[in-house]
């Protein structure tokens, strides 16, 4: 495991980096070291790596991230793992607002509680939090799943199109157009599987399905297959 | 922008290292708010029936011992004090309903920027590390704290325009973001006797608060009540005589984090301007809740 630590270089050195990596490199394995809060770190990554950091870090961490797969090993700030396309985030402690913001793919997982906004504008990544959501999680989420195995805040996907959430403790209250939805034998399947990919233990038959009521936006059965 | 940062003591063996603790603190928001910086420091409370005062004047040389001497000679009242930088802690046997209106009499260029039995208010303009090394925040001791870095954005950049504000005794307040029912706010509680220095929004949240414990709500009550009253965006620290709190507006747009340990509790709007506390790794690390109230007190006095 290779370390960069934060005392002795910038983030723009430690994230270039890890941007000039060639796509055959041996060096797979990474460790950030003293992030103390930090912005920015291990952003816009691009190949199959793994990224550990060791520490609590700021805003917009894993941004953008391609294929690599990053921990976090504490506490995450504002925007974590925005505009994930795939790969794998991890944090081991609690993220702030709008984690996974507007994510395209791949997988967040939240070990702790995520405050608000989690998910908001989700476009396909598959978020799975093992405490609570704040306020407006899943707000106008397009397409992935949000799992939340703890409670979520008030507005739970308002204004919804056709992610899905599974929520496991109670919701302070359901946005616009967001509704319950029955949850059968395939929903178990997907859910168990998400589960299984977080490595968050919780029974699947515990969990409840929301989604859209498709009563505020145009929902045309032929493109279904798009989301 | 703007950044905000609050640091409660809870074991009495940090308090001569408050200031080396919270002056970090400060100057890691620094780039959230370039343009001015202010601390308030709750330290050294005076006997009762005193008063302590921070008085600012602009010019650095103004002579405070001229109005110590001219405060003896009209009022028959003794002070002490001590200078740093533009501003002047002064501490008198007199009560605060007094010594005011002669001050305003006497020397009306005087501006009061804090006043209570424990508070000392400083704020400048310029960055937050020149701000730190002007006051010579390092060296105070004290309980708890509150400070701001001030990127501007309603009212104009002046000392005067600085974050905190204090508009009762040994209540101040820092803030980051906006408030916009302010002006017809700060119009009723002009009309019920709550004065104001400058045309800024904050500090009519800080005059509310004055207002309600006035009143005589608890701070929890006055924390309360702002939530309805108060419009606009918000994350709030406070500082009172023994107590600290933290608050956010329903939204909760504006940055917070909490964190706290046995000996500390630490607010500010970034994690990094925490990460150098002692024990801060391991502490009890979270956002604050929107609509929700924080408070910490401090033991009463042995």
Request: hydrophobic share 40%.
């Amino acid at each position: 495991m290779i370390t960069l630590d934060l005392q002795d270089s910038s983030t723009r050195e430690i994230n270039r980096r890890l941007h000039q990596l060639a796509p055959d490199t041996n060096e797979t394995a990474w460790r950030i070291a003293n992030p103390k809060g930090a912005h920015s770190l291990a952003v816009g990554l691009t190949l199959p790596i793994s990224v550990e950091v060791d520490g609590h870090v700021g805003y917009y961490c894993a941004g953008m991230n391609k294929e690599a797969r990053i921990t976090v090993k504490g506490h995450a700030g504002q925007g974590l793992a925005e505009n994930i396309m795939s790969g794998t985030v991890r944090v081991t402690g609690n993220a702030s607002q709008a984690a996974a913001a507007s994510g395209h793919g791949g997988l967040v997982v939240i070990e702790g509680d995520a405050s608000s906004r989690c998910g908001i504008s989700m476009k396909g990544v598959d978020i799975v939090v093992g405490g609570s959501v704040g306020h407006m999680s899943a707000f106008m989420a397009q397409a992935g799943h949000l799992v939340v195995c703890g409670d979520a805040g008030p507005d739970l996907g308002d204004s919804i199109y056709e992610a899905v959430i599974y929520l496991r403790g109670k919701a302070a209250s359901l946005g616009s157009d967001c509704v319950e939805k029955e949850m059968t034998e395939e929903h178990r399947k997907t859910l168990a599987a998400l589960l299984k990919r977080a490595q968050i233990d919780a029974d699947p038959a515990a969990f409840r399905r929301y989604g859209s009521a498709r009563q505020l936006y145009n929902f045309k059965i032929d493109n279904v297959g798009s989301y | 922008m703007c950044g905000i940062v609050g640091l409660f003591l809870k074991d009495s063996g940090l308090y001569p290292q408050l200031g080396a603790l919270l002056a970090p603190m400060l100057i890691g928001m620094e780039e959230r708010g370039p343009d001015s910086a202010g601390i308030a420091v709750y330290r050294n409370g005076v006997p009762e029936g005193a008063v302590k005062m921070t008085l600012f004047h602009a010019d650095p040389d103004f002579d405070w011992q001229a109005l110590v001497h001219r405060l003896k000679k009209d009022l028959g009242t003794a002070a002490e004090g001590e200078v740093r930088a533009t501003h002047f802690v002064m501490m008198a046997q007199i009560a605060a309903e007094v010594l005011r209106p002669w001050l305003a009499r006497a020397y009306p260029e005087v501006r009061v920027m804090g006043l209570g039995e424990r508070i000392e208010l400083f704020k400048e303009k310029g960055l937050p590390s020149e701000v730190v090394e002007r006051f010579r925040l390092a060296e105070m001791g004290g309980s708890h704290a509150v400070g701001h870095t001030r990127m501007a954005t309603e009212s104009a950049v002046t000392t005067e325009h600085s974050h905190p504000f204090s508009t009762g005794l040994d209540l101040c307040l820092v803030h980051n973001g906006s408030l916009s029912n302010h002006n017809r706010l700060r119009a009723r509680l002009a009309r019920r006797g709550i004065a104001f220095q400058t045309d800024n929004d904050t500090e009519v949240a800080a005059g509310y608060f004055t207002y309600r414990l006035r009143e005589g709500d608890s701070l929890d009550q006055a924390l309360e009540a702002g939530l309805s009253d108060l419009d606009g965006f918000y994350t709030f620290a406070i500082g009172t005589k023994d107590g600290f709190a933290v608050l956010r507006d329903s939204f909760a747009c504006k940055p917070a984090v909490l964190a706290e340990t046995e000996a500390w509790v630490a607010m500010a709007s970034e994690y990094r301007s925490i990460a150098h506390l002692p024990g801060a790794r391991e502490a009890r690390i979270w956002e604050p809740e929107p609509a929700r109230i924080y408070t910490w007190t401090r033991p009463a006095a042995a």
